[in-house]
């Protein structure tokens, strides 16, 4: 399989020829062409707020998502690992000595994160893989299979370029997420097991995962068809696996297999949001849409309202 920089996918796309199955860093996946499930969800919600965020580049952050970050890369992308991270043995942000040693990370191109962080992700794998130590996974096998390959095509009712990159391909046809999860985790109030699982159905919909699972269905599935590539995919998956695990011990793990209601649910909001996304690009409408958003913004807002939440329907354990 061809590997691709940062600069080849951009010249790629410009000439209208970024079209199949590649290997492309983490790094330059995300900040290369192409509309992502990211993008997707974020556009949905307000189009002007993805525009200004995109064009100012700010990226959305929390301890959440970056300890999520750790634990994929752990899980999945090992041989990167060294190259993405520094490690000290410093217990709390924000101190002269943290802002010393993440000063020296980021001029070597690195994140800092702390030991502690890297010993909780290593108890969660070892959970599940019964053998210590993180860098012992290339030999243990979390989950076997095709791993972070990224998927490019064109949508064919609107002709925009989008990108997916499934964190696991199996040759049973399953695309795998691997997701950290904090749901059942209160130890005040222990939950049974169907309302963990209603918790999980929450955050299904809450994240959009349904809408991540429908756009890594049909990207497989048409990247390798348009890019002519089906023997570089162990196989077009069928299904969508979303493996939550627990971050809180004994780290407890969750594995959903979304049905057909809920990939039909994503696919809808995916291509509503396209021809949104297309109706705007073709009226040159960002600006209108970004003055009318900070028109918004001076509206005194109802912080009483009501919010309702729509089930999102799964099967599987």
């Known amino acids: 399989m061809e590997r691709l920089t940062l600069e080849q996918l951009k010249e790629r796309a410009d000439k209208g020829t970024l079209i199949g199955a590649f290997l492309v860093s983490n790094d330059d996946y995300h900040a290369g062409p192409a509309l992502s499930s990211t993008d ?131 040759e049973s046809g399953h695309a795998v997420d691997l997701k950290t999860t904090r749901c059942g985790d209160n130890e005040k109030l222990r939950k049974t097991p169907q309302e963990v699982q209603e918790e999980l159905s929450r955050d299904i919909l809450l994240f959009g995962y349904h809408v991540s699972a429908a756009m890594q269905l ?21 299904d969508y696996v979303l493996f939550f695990q627990n971050k809180v011990a004994p780290f407890n793990v969750y594995v959903r297999l979304l049905d ?28 209108k849409l970004e003055q009318e958003m900070i028109a918004k913004e001076d509206i005194p807002q109802d912080t009483n309202e009501d919010i309702k939440i729509i089930g999102v329907g799964v099967t599987g354990e």
């Open 218 to 238: 049909e990207g497989v599935r048409e990247a390798t068809k348009q890019g002519g590539c089906e023997k570089e995919v162990v196989a077009v998956p069928k």
């Open 40 to 170: 997707i969800k974020k556009i949905h919600k307000d189009p002007a707020k993805w525009k200004c965020d995109k064009m100012a580049g700010i990226k959305l952050s929390s301890p959440a998502l970056e300890f999520g970050s750790l634990y994929h890369a752990s899980a999945l992308e090992y041989p990167e690992f060294d190259n993405r991270y520094a490690i000290t043995q410093l217990a709390r942000k924000g101190s002269k000595a943290w802002e010393k040693e993440e000063t020296a990370a980021l001029e070597a191109g690195k994140i800092l994160v702390k030991q502690a962080d890297i010993d909780l992700v290593n108890a969660m794998l070892t959970r599940i893989t019964g053998a210590a130590g993180i860098k012992a996974h290339s030999k243990r096998g979390l989950l076997l299979g095709q791993i972070e390959t990224s998927f490019y095509w064109t949508d064919m009712e609107t002709g925009l370029l989008l990108k997916t990159r499934p964190d696991v391909l199996t």
């Open 260 to 287: 057909q209601s809920s990939l039909d649910l994503g696919a809808n909001v995916l291509q509503t949001t396209l021809r949104i996304y297309k109706e705007i690009e073709d009226n040159n409408a960002w600006d």
